[in-house]
């Protein structure tokens, strides 16, 4: 048998690379669209809904269109054609026509001189409303009800989406199984909290054409439901997404004050500009579902997996959002890192009177993960195996097929799990530390791109990337994906250096601008490094190739015998024989002037032959094993995280800085929903929509974290890598959780975890008779 | 969130302000580090059209061992090393204050004045009108404690409670000439969540004064919140103590902040202490028996029963370690 090849190494993919952008960063000087000003702008806010759910009977705004400096005031009606993100799910308007569904839906927005004068308009506006029922618990949704919130609802229900499905026979396996284990999650509702606040200038301009900078992660999706809502097609609207301070998947949604502030300016000819305030952002939400699980595992004396059955009630607020995915992706996200034979998952996602929820980071797959390894951590105990043992018996192989008929390729789940228990010490601490002090697993599986375009143009790429370079020696980048601070522009630049040969600053990424960049679908799906990563280097390699052409007439070298080097050209094996890449490039410029390149990435066919069975299908998954200690106050139950080992398989780490800057902080935004945050509702009502009551983890709470990244090269990824945005965060609460449970002999089936529950906790489980590590 | 538009006023000295304020009363709110009235102001919370700055005013300013201008700076009294080492007691107190941004500007006087809170009053002015306006602000009914009659919004400074188990004093300049007022009863028990302490209108707070005996006391403050930084006390217990040289106790005094509308004092409860030797059982007991007396209520982010039962557990440990025999975590 051949000896393996050892993997290639590269100039630049693989080492740490500073955000090219950084420096604008930190110092202030980075363009967001709120530093954006337009000659003549208007200032645009927003009427919000205080009813729950109401009949819109009647808006007057005479008094607010007559008030000096009010330049337009806009109701529904205008623009009534519905939208969302996605196609199936049109449920959404730009602004509130016939009925409002939530607090802050947005009942009619103004355009004036400035803030304050808006600001007035909207106290001048008067609503007349029938107050309707009020629906803010998902388990009463899912009967008929007197006033569904949405036509759409099935049946006369609120349920927006019901999954159902079978594979195997999971009665059969749960009548022989071993040992078994039934988990009941429930998760507050919990959002993004990005840095940066929503923020849009629109201007239409007498030539009919719309410009729309905004602060989007899906530049693409916004430019189609802003052709569609507005009846102006594409090609005359031009959007531009400036810096973005942070997605995390609240701003993967066309958003409706997007099209709202877009025609406000259709309305008045001049620019027009929004801002949110925080409260604003809060109640947009679009944050990850509030979730009731039920979770029942079935293992065989061994503690090989024999069954999962699920049930999932999703609480998915006013709006469809991303739902329908939400709810495929709470049952079959729990399809990897381990073998799962027989599966059963029924999934219903309900509309409630609240600000709607969407897709977060991990979207569909951190709370069903929760459940599911706090049901394996119990396993183990039953069973007196070790934690480590049990996921290692289970682990999904690689280039394998999953009982609902995912595609598996690179897996390196199980060295993952060797390196998280060496590093952490771990036969030297589980169940040996001190009451108060623990140790915990949790595993993780995300997608590296979802297979299925949300917006399905047959034979259009996913992603497209183009390449210029002229005789300044610059090579310009366009592509319509979003950098929203999670690297990308740095690895399109770095890909393209790396392939063509050239130092990093000759690589400009330019701004994404409809006008220019090719489509690109947007961040979201963790989807970017994996599908522009490849696209990316396809254009790269043509863009080489041209040099390589010229340079083999200039060497007289055929260019089968020409190699890029760094910033030249050379013979292979004969590197005394070069041409500088100025040189080749000026040269390969002689016939056609400035060259262009073009790559693009589509996804390979996938996926089984049933309802639903795109959903979850990706060209790649990542895979995770972190373990967590926890340090427990017992009498206050206030606990802190002290280290967390992060073993990651995002493949090849391309640029190994982003990818740790990805790992701390997708555990420190875990461990915010672990901890602390909610969105706390007292009934429809968010009564903390500020971040000092919404409680984002302090630097003081975060752990120590050691990456550990154990990733094979992915075949079919850019360079080996895969996705390392959204995967990151999802073993940190399991593995959380079940160090608490070590800790202090608790199992925490809440989320989140407060000190409170942490007191009450303890003491049903004194109250139980139930020692733990000696204390009573 | 806009601001709207008030009259900025910048007197220099104690007189001319409190002749201003005088002549402004009563539509006037005095602005020192504003950390917390103009984040108020933007929600349109009882903005009034005119601001006192007290920026100017020197006589505010300056640290001493006995004395601390109101409108110090947190941050400048964490910097002073002096300060520090005489009264580490409230020291733990300043910096559990907020964040360090807020405390660059955040002042001793604005701290001990700083507007009590409920969730149902730090809210947005149209998040208020939605639910209809409460008895703090625009309205006519609480909404924590149905009723009509009295607001139930906390008490949520952190350095009164700690001032208090020191006995400072401070002092108060006013349209009828200065006076002296113990932190401990310049807070009024008999009021409510807006009317919460005995300040007459128009009267500023000068400065803090610490009598010679806080810097024999040992003292500590404890902060029960959810994170360890930025969050307002749900619960603040400070404790100061002094031992005889045969080790009974000569002084003790508690106070407990964060549950109720004003700081509130336990001298009934640990004067009887005095004179004793400090044992568990006692602190036990005392930490019991003020967990008992306090009653805070379900407007901050965690459960009241909650914040009820931490009560006991915060006093027996910052007193049992004022007192020299702590158990349980430092």
Not at chain 1, 136 to 156: F, M, Q, S, W, Y
Not at chain 2, 126 to 134: A, D, K, V, Y
Request: glycine share 10%.
């Amino acid at each position: 048998m051949a000896a393996p090849e050892a993997p290639p190494t590269y100039r630049l993919i693989g080492t740490r690379i500073p955000y090219i952008e950084g420096p604008l960063k930190v110092t202030g000087r980075a363009e967001y669209t709120d530093d954006i000003k337009r000659p003549g702008q208007l200032i645009a806010r927003l009427l919000r809904s205080p009813w729950p759910h109401a009949r819109i009977r009647s808006i007057d705004v005479s008094a607010a269109r007559a008030m000096p400096g009010v330049a337009a005031v806009l109701t529904g009606e205008k623009y009534p054609t519905p939208f969302g993100v996605l196609p199936i799910t049109h449920d959404e308007t730009a602004i509130a026509v016939g009925k409002v569904r939530y607090i802050g839906d947005i009942v009619a927005a103004v355009a004036a001189v400035d803030e304050a004068t808006a600001d007035r308009a909207l106290q001048a506006i008067r609503v007349d409303v029938e107050v309707l029922p009020e629906y803010t618990d998902p388990k009463t949704g899912v009967e008929k009800v007197a006033e569904p919130i949405h036509a759409r609802g099935l049946n006369g229900t609120n349920i927006q989406k019901e999954v159902v499905q079978h594979f195997g026979d999971v009665d059969a396996a749960f009548a022989q199984a071993h040992a078994s284990v039934r988990v009941r999650g429930s998760y507050a509702g919990v959002t993004h909290a990005f840095t940066e606040p929503m923020a849009t200038i629109a201007e239409a301009t007498p030539d009919g054409r719309l410009t729309v900078w905004s602060a989007t992660q899906v530049p693409h999706y916004l430019h189609r439901a802003l052709s569609e809502v507005l009846g102006i097609p594409m090609h005359r609207i031009r959007v531009i997404k400036p810096e973005v301070g942070g997605g995390f998947g609240g701003k993967s949604d066309p958003l409706p004050h997007e099209i709202a502030c877009a025609a406000l300016s259709l309305e008045t000819g001049r620019p027009v500009k929004i801002l949110f305030d925080r409260e604003d952002v809060f109640v947009t939400n679009h944050g990850r579902h509030p979730t009731q699980n039920d979770v029942r595992i079935a293992v065989d004396a061994g503690g090989k997996i024999l069954a999962y059955d699920i049930e999932a009630l999703i609480d998915g607020g006013a709006w469809s959002s991303f739902g329908t995915v939400t709810t495929y992706y709470n049952g079959v996200l729990s399809m990897g890192p381990y073998r799962v034979p027989n599966f059963r998952y029924r999934g219903r996602r309900v509309y409630t009177t609240k600000p709607p929820s969407g897709a977060m980071r991990a979207h569909g797959g951190t709370n069903i993960r929760y459940s599911i390894e706090l049901g394996l951590d119990e396993l183990a105990e039953q069973l007196h195996l070790d934690p480590f043992d049990l996921r290692e018996r289970n682990a999904l192989p690689p280039h394998s097929t999953t009982v609902n008929q995912f595609r598996i390729t690179s897996t390196s789940f199980v060295k993952c799990l060797k390196a998280a228990r060496e590093r952490s010490g771990w036969d030297d601490k589980f169940r040996k530390l001190p009451y108060g002090r623990g140790v915990g697993l949790g595993c993780g599986f995300y997608i590296s791109g979802s297979n299925s375009p949300i917006h399905f143009t047959p034979k259009m790429p996913q992603c497209t990337v183009h390449l210029k370079a002229d005789m300044d020696g610059g090579i310009a980048v366009h592509c319509m994906q979003a950098d929203i601070g999670q690297g990308s522009n740095t690895l399109l630049a770095v890909i393209v250096a790396e392939v063509v040969g050239v130092d990093l600053d000759r690589v400009h990424v330019v701004r994404v601008d409809s006008d220019v960049s090719p489509v690109d679908i947007g961040s979201y799906s963790s989807r970017v490094t994996f599908m522009m990563g490849n696209a990316a280097r396809r254009a790269g390699e043509s863009l080489r190739d041209q040099l390589l052409a010229a340079a083999a007439r200039v060497t007289g070298y055929p260019p089968e015998k020409l190699v890029v080097g760094h910033e030249k050209i050379e013979v292979r094996h004969r590197p005394d024989i070069s041409i500088s890449y100025i040189d080749a490039l000026h040269a390969a410029m002689e016939r056609s002037g400035a060259l262009l390149a073009s790559g693009a990435y589509t996804s390979p066919p996938m996926g089984g032959d049933f309802k639903g069975a795109r959903a979850g299908t990706a060209p790649a998954y990542s895979f995770a094993a972190y373990v967590a200690e926890v340090d427990v106050d017992v009498e206050t139950g206030i606990y802190k995280v002290e280290k967390v080992w992060a073993a990651f398989d995002c493949g090849r780490a391309l640029n190994r800085l982003a990818v740790e800057g990805q790992i701390e902080g997708s555990i420190h935004m875990g461990l915010g929903q672990l901890m602390g945050e909610t969105m706390n509702y007292r009934g429809s009502r968010l009564m903390n929509p500020s971040l000092l009551e919404y409680k984002i983890p302090t630097p003081q709470q975060m752990p120590q974290v050691e990456c550990l990244l154990v990733g094979d090269d992915d075949p079919e990824g850019p360079f080996g890598g895969k996705e390392a945005g959204e995967g990151p965060l999802i073993a940190t609460l399991p593995a959380a959780g079940n160090a608490l449970y070590d800790a202090v002999g608790v199992r925490f089936h809440e989320l989140p975890i407060t000190p409170e529950k942490v007191v009450r906790g303890i003491e049903l489980r004194q109250q139980s008779g139930k020692s733990w590590k000696g204390v009573s | 969130m806009h601001l709207d538009p008030f009259e900025l006023h910048r007197p220099t000295s104690v007189e001319e302000t409190v002749a201003l304020a005088g002549r402004l009363a009563p539509k006037f709110d005095y602005l020192a580090g504003g950390t917390d009235l103009l984040p108020n102001y933007k929600m349109r919370l009882n903005t009034r059209p005119n601001l006192i700055a007290l920026e100017d005013v020197s006589e505010l300013r300056g640290v001493s061992l006995d004395r601390v201008g109101a409108m110090t700076r947190l941050a400048d009294l964490e910097a002073h090393g002096g300060f520090r080492s005489a009264y580490p007691g409230v020291l733990e107190a300043v910096v559990e204050v907020a964040t360090p941004l807020v405390r660059a500007s955040g002042t001793l006087g604005g701290n001990l004045l700083v507007e009590t809170r409920c969730f149902f009053f730090n809210q947005s002015f149209p998040w208020r009108e939605s639910l209809g306006f409460c008895l703090k602000a625009d309205g006519d009914r609480c909404h924590v404690v149905p009723q009509k009659e009295k607001c139930y919004a906390t008490f949520s400074g952190d350095l009164a409670p700690s001032l208090s188990v020191l006995d400072a004093e401070v002092e108060v300049a006013g349209p009828d000439g200065r006076r002296r007022v113990p932190v401990t009863t310049m807070y009024d028990a008999a009021g409510d969540g807006i009317q919460r302490h005995h300040l007459k209108p128009g009267e500023l707070l000068v400065a803090v004064h610490f009598p010679p005996a806080a810097r024999t006391l040992r003292a500590t403050y404890r902060k029960l919140r959810v994170r360890p930084s930025f969050d307002f006390p749900e619960l603040g217990v400070a404790a100061a103590a002094r031992l005889t040289a045969d080790g009974t106790i000569d002084h003790l005094a508690l106070s407990v902040g964060g549950t109720e509308t004003f700081p509130k004092r336990f001298d009934e409860l640990t004067g009887p202490l005095v004179g004793s030797r400090p044992t568990l059982p006692r602190v036990r007991e005392l930490a019991a028996e003020v967990q008992k007396r306090v009653r805070p209520v379900h407007n901050t982010f965690l459960a009241a029963d909650y914040r009820k039962k931490m009560t006991g557990v915060f006093v027996r440990r910052a007193v049992g370690q004022v007192l020299g025999i702590g158990e349980g975590r430092p």
